[in-house]
């Protein structure tokens, strides 16, 4: 009985045993260790790194150790590192000896294993803890590999100051990745944890320069090296001063620091064509900068795969300047007019509007939003495709409130805008000119994916992980009328790029904020979409500082940049555009004067490609039958405009019929409500009333609810001061037509 109880007992303490031994290691041997923070390219190149929380450079753990540094370690600290189990007995007895006989602790005797459990407990170093770290390591070769034991130590071994790990110490030492690193420069760091302060420049120098040689002598005569590698790494100088870090993405890396501390990020960018983007950049920067505009930023992405190749947030950020640390790819913006082509091809896929449909181009006013075109003037009548081309602001404020706000603006969300967070009200028709904020990096994701959507086979049924899952402007006719017309836009250096066959065709398109505050311009072609921003990041506007004469240039020089990919498909050919496939499109007759589909009245028209729905739109309303006689002939108001444009311009003008009215309303619409600020002084500020008449010359008589008030003639403006509540003016001209307009006034508060 007591034989047994004995066994028993004795079985219990060795399980005991076992479980303690089995658990004594901690799962994670550095928990709460901070690293820094390394963004690295899509080849693994490091773009830049930040400082871990502790102050120390300290990587985050590789997955390989590079064989010259394995092999100088190796060599130097632990030569049967391969066939032990974590303790040398020979070399512990070999160091206990050598220290009895030097009177002192010269030799610790501990391998690899046992250095890596000791870095991650941190505890005095005596006899007891030898013996623990002992035991700790012959459990750690149980649980890891060599290769990962070799991981841990090389990432967190000390290499002199506040750096920890090779891959720290071989940028910090020797300005490039360790697995570059000679057998001089190998060597070097092999023996720097063993003593880390003698890297410190004038400190032990000649110590660390024999240790070094020592090793490079053991791996020579090892057979690690030869003689010709053995003589040259002797030569090699020790390492000076600490280098500063490769700053190739600096808002990036930014980015990343503030996302993701601690964590190694490889990144979809190109580093040889981040670095040419960044010289153009700050090339332009610095011309720009004596103009006082003293920011711009760059973004290139990878059409097929939305992958970012090139990631600029703001130009030469060394120079520590107001706003230079501001990443202008992820700061919201004012559009400008970057939003139009999106109008366009949401119009198109609607059915709304034709390729070359006549917009009306002249003055509006509604609700006290008077848009109006860059260059002030009004054209009367403009085909989209133009009005798109030129950047035409008022045809851009009819179309959108002919589509509606809440639809477009749900159509800006899906194609990736993330800053548009306000109600269709809160922006308004405005949203089309810039009334509304976006970034960069969305802005030109966007573009990209309309190439992407061309080019897909059927955007309708991607996966939900697709990045095109959703997106809203899908329809293939439709896309490529919107690049043909923003392929038009003219180019900042003014050459005609349809005679030059080498020229890229670009679908590009700019955009300037009110105030001069934003200058975009975004472009894309089947390969590459390319958006760049300039302005001030602080918010100061410049005069002068358009979309067209900055940030046009440098779109262009970065385009020239990108290498023509070997790609075919039924949709693109050497970086451009086919036309559309059939069945992606209907057939149709278009009017050739207003773009419309064909009326009974039309004789000139094309056969054009259209979107599906274009069957949706209405024939053409400007041809007439007058006095027996076909015509175009435009309404008044945009009649006024066009033929100041186009004196080739002369419809038959009907005579005597009650439903063709010579005249026509330009302000106000019927039923506005207008509000009249009153002035400091108390007055009540006038109403300019606006009025066209296919007969300039034509004497218009006024009234304002039946009172005769004036008489123009020539320019038919009349301004009143109509008291607060309903009126109607009413204008007559010498010929017996007249025209009325109902209208609101209310009254508002004194201006101040």
Not at 321 to 341: H, N, Y
Not at 513 to 526: E, K, L, N, P
Not at 711 to 733: C, E, F, N, W
Request: net charge neutral.
């Amino acid at each position: 009985m007591g034989k047994k109880l004995r066994s028993r007992i004795v079985a219990g303490v060795v399980i005991a045993l076992l479980t303690a031994y089995f658990f004594c290691l901690p799962r994670d041997l550095f928990k709460g260790t901070s690293y820094s923070t390394v963004v690295t390219d899509r080849n693994g190149e490091l773009l830049g790194a930040r400082i871990a929380s502790d102050g120390q450079w300290r990587f985050p753990p590789p997955d390989t150790v590079p064989e010259k540094f394995k092999t100088a370690l190796i060599e130097f600290e632990d030569r049967w590192f391969a066939y032990h189990p974590g303790v040398n007995p020979v070399a512990i007895a070999r160091a206990a000896a050598g220290n009895i006989k030097a009177g002192q602790i010269t030799s610790g005797g501990s391998t690899i294993t046992m250095q890596v459990i000791r870095m991650s407990r941190r505890r005095e170093r005596n006899i007891g803890q030898k013996i623990i770290e002992a035991i700790l390591a012959t459990r750690l070769e149980l649980r890891c590999s060599k290769r990962e034991i070799l991981s841990l130590y090389t990432s967190h071994a000390p290499f002199g100051g506040n750096v920890v790990g090779l891959e720290a110490a071989s940028w910090r030492y020797y300005g490039r990745p360790p697995d570059e690193l000679s057998w001089g420069e190998a060597a070097t760091l092999a023996v720097l944890p063993n003593a880390p302060a003698e890297i410190h420049p004038g400190k032990n120098r000649a110590r660390l320069l024999k240790k070094r040689n020592r090793l490079l002598g053991s791996l020579y005569k090892h057979g690690h090296i030869d003689s010709l590698d053995f003589v040259l790494a002797c030569d090699e100088p020790l390492p000076g001063e600490p280098v500063a870090l490769p700053q190739e993405a600096h808002h990036l890396t930014e980015y990343y620091w503030k996302t993701s501390p601690g964590k190694r990020i490889r990144t979809t960018i190109d580093i040889h064509l981040q670095r040419q983007t960044q010289a153009i950049v700050n090339q332009w920067n610095n011309e720009f900068s004596q103009t006082g505009i003293y920011d711009l930023a760059a973004v290139v992405e990878d059409v097929r795969t939305g992958e970012t190749l090139a990631y600029i947030g703001n130009a030469n950020p060394d120079h520590k300047r107001p706003g230079s640390e501001v990443d202008i790819i992820r700061s919201p913006r004012s559009t400008g007019s970057i939003l139009k082509p999106l109008l366009y091809c949401a119009l198109l896929q609607d059915g709304e509007i034709l390729p070359r449909t006549l917009l009306p181009d002249v003055p509006i006013n509604i609700n006290g939003f008077s848009p109006q075109n860059f260059n002030r003037q009004f054209y009367g009548a403009v085909p989209a495709d133009e009005a798109l081309a030129r950047s035409l602001n008022v045809p851009s404020v009819h179309l959108l409130r002919r589509f509606g706000v809440p639809k477009f603006l749900d159509i800006l969300r899906k194609c990736g805008m993330t800053t548009l967070n306000g109600s269709a009200s809160h922006y308004g028709l405005s949203l089309i000119l810039g009334g509304a904020e976006g970034t960069l990096g969305d802005i030109t994701s966007t573009y990209s994916k309309l190439s992407a959507s061309y080019q897909s086979a059927d955007t309708t049924h991607t996966s939900k992980g697709d990045r095109l899952h959703n997106f809203p402007l899908n329809d293939k006719c439709a896309l490529w009328w919107t690049f043909d017309a923003l392929k038009e836009v003219n180019r900042p250096d003014e050459i005609d790029w349809h005679l030059i066959g080498s020229v890229k065709k670009v679908a590009w398109k700019t955009g300037t904020s009110f105030g001069f505050r934003d200058a975009w311009a975004v472009g894309v072609t089947a390969d590459y979409a390319v958006g760049v921003w300039a302005g001030n990041a602080q918010g100061q506007g410049v005069p002068g500082l358009t979309g067209a004469r900055t940030a046009g240039p440098v779109m262009f020089d970065i385009f020239n940049l990108l290498p023509a990919k070997e790609y075919d498909s039924e949709y693109s050919r050497n970086g451009w555009f086919k036309e559309p496939v059939y069945g992606d499109y209907i057939v149709a007759e278009v009017c050739r004067e207003s773009g419309c589909l064909k009326g009974v009245n039309c004789e000139d028209s094309d056969t054009l490609m259209l979107p599906r729905k274009s069957v949706r739109s209405e024939p053409c309303p400007y041809h007439k039958v007058v006095d027996g006689v076909r015509t175009f002939i435009l309404p008044p108001s945009m009649e006024w405009y066009y033929r100041q444009h186009h004196p080739e311009y002369a419809p038959v003008v009907p005579k005597g019929k009650a439903d063709s009215s010579p005249m026509e309303f330009i302000y106000p619409e019927s039923g506005a409500v207008i509000y009249i600020p009153r002035q400091l002084d108390g007055s009540i500020a006038g109403i300019t009333f606006n009025l066209a008449h296919r007969t300039p010359s034509a004497n218009v008589f006024w009234h304002l609810d039946s009172e005769y008030v004036g008489q123009t003639q020539m320019i038919h403006q009349m301004t009143l001061k109509p008291s607060p509540g309903r009126h109607t003016v009413t204008a007559v001209d010498d010929s017996g037509n007249s025209i009325s307009v109902g209208f609101t006034v209310a009254e508002n508060k004194t201006l101040r």
